[in-house]
């Protein structure tokens, strides 16, 4: 197995050299047929990048896909053991796979998130719509900052023209009414200038198609 160290920007000293061959010779453990590993180190000379400016990459060539790490730290030397950590956890995964797929194993996929009692919390009751005229009730829509406001009125049959003096006295640009011409629940509201619409429901119509499913 061959191990070629090269530095972007920067020498690599001796030293450095020799910890990451003794680092990497436990490559061939987890991958046998590892060929060679090519690690790269990039200096940053940006002061304000003084926390990751060593940065280490680790590409292992075998048979197979090529896989890689990278790690960035204040020195190269955390920068390597950062990367080879993930080597190793991907190297891991790969001859796990392998194994699995000579086996003819289904392997059902594994939730490896960090356990969160929030995830298991029964669902929380939907909220209840207002039950009197002229209740309020506020709701946020799941974990968004997005408010709903549901508030209950009264309605008393009217006529568009009647419906049209209701909404300019509430200063809105629309109006919820029912029709009393034709009892469908309907709503007017503001075009341009003088213009309005009015918008009305069907409620008699019936909503199941010839499969036999409901709109």
């Known amino acids: 197995m061959e191990i070629v160290v090269v530095g972007r920007h920067t020498e690599v000293a001796d030293r450095f050299r020799?910890?990451?061959e003794d680092k990497l010779a436990k490559v061939e453990q987890l991958a046998p047929t590892?060929?060679?590993?090519?690690v790269e180190v990039t200096h940053e000379n940006n002061p304000r990048l003084s926390g990751v400016r060593e940065r280490v990459e680790l590409t292992v060539r075998?048979?197979?896909p090529v896989i890689r790490a990278e790690a960035a730290a204040d020195d190269r030397f955390g920068a390597l053991d950062l990367a080879m950590n993930k080597l190793q956890e991907r190297l891991r995964r790969t001859r796990d796979r392998?194994?699995?797929?000579?086996s003819n194993t289904v392997v059902p996929p594994v939730d490896v998130r960090p356990?969160?009692?929030a995830d298991h919390a029964p669902p929380p009751e939907p909220p209840k719509p207002p039950a009197e005229p002229g209740e309020t009730v506020e709701t946020t829509l799941g974990d968004s900052p997005v408010v709903i406001r549901q508030k209950l009125h009264t309605a008393e049959p009217m006529t568009v023209d009647d419906a049209l003096y209701e909404m300019e006295m509430v200063g809105h640009d629309f109006f919820l009414f029912v029709d009393v011409e034709t009892s469908r629940p309907s709503?007017?509201?503001?075009?341009?200038?003088?213009s309005y619409g009015v918008i009305a429901l069907d409620t008699s119509c019936d909503c199941t198609d010839t499969a036999g499913h409901q709109h």
């Open 62 to 64: 075998a048979k197979g």
């Open 187 to 194: 709503v007017a509201y503001r075009r341009r200038g003088w």
């Open 18 to 20: 020799q910890h990451a």
């Open 115 to 117: 356990f969160d009692p």
């Open 34 to 38: 590892t060929q060679r590993i090519d």
């Open 98 to 102: 392998r194994k699995d797929h000579r």
